[in-house]
Nanobody, 124 residues
Framework: QVQLVESGGRLVQAGDSLRLSCEVS????????MGWFRQAPGKEREFVAT????????RYLSSVKDRFTISRDNAKNTVDLQMNSLKPEDAAVYYC?????????????????WGQGTQVTVSS
């Protein structure tokens, strides 16, 4: 079956960097768009970043655009999110996701599979 397993979340201080990784199995990874979403307590899950199957197209939430970078390795079936200059408002559970029908995946409606999430906590 399809599995998305995130790792890398932890407690950091404001201004620190953190790299999240997601390993995917059970599907033809290199064919599909990948994305990262996040959900803070009491808030809806929101789009953070996405990358097309070939890595050519990326899109970001405006508030993270100059700080976060999404990348993928189709040989390893992994997608990473490099997060720099973290702010307390970046604290959330971060979810890896894949969409099988779109070039990029930017909304929860476009997601076909979710990971279990990894917690990122940012202290001020």
């Amino acid at each position: 079956q399809v599995q998305l397993v995130e790792s890398g979340g932890r407690l950091v201080q404001a201004g620190d960097s953190l790299r999240l990784s997601c390993e995917v199995s059970g599907l033809y990874f290199s064919r599909y768009a990948m994305g990262w979403f996040r959900q803070a307590p009491g808030k809806e899950r929101e789009f953070v970043a996405t990358i097309s199957w070939d890595g050519v197209t990326t899109r970001y939430l405006s508030s993270v655009k100059d700080r976060f970078t999404i990348s993928r390795d189709n040989a390893k079936n992994t997608v990473d999110l490099q997060m720099n200059s973290l702010k307390p408002e970046d604290a959330a559970v971060y979810y890896c996701a894949t969409g099988l029908k779109t070039i990029v995946v930017m909304s929860t409606q476009e997601v076909d599979y979710w990971g279990q999430g990894t917690q990122v906590t940012v202290s001020s």
